[in-house]
């Protein structure tokens, strides 16, 4: 298995090599991203088929992307095996380790 990046700002916010991909995101196990630098936002959206996707704003020395990781805390049956796990966008870099 791969092991997967999640960068910004030249620092690793999360490593894992049983990242989940769906529709090209790459899901990381909640246990391997590094909490320090997510902060909790207000943001919601809803997927049709995963549900109710919440959000976090990622900041690393001062640079800040808002609303850059998502995941599923109660998602449908068909995205159970996502629940919990964070996927990146917005700035955040998702590369091979």
Known sequence: MTTMQAVFNDQVIAES???VVVEGNHYF????????????SDTHTVCGWKGTASYYSVAVDGQVA?????YYPEPKPDAAQIKDAVAFWKGVTVREA
């Open 17 to 19: 090599d049983a990242t």
């Open 29 to 40: 196990p909640a246990e391997s991203v590094k909490q320090e630098f997510l902060s909790p």
């Open 66 to 70: 808002t609303d850059a990781a998502w």
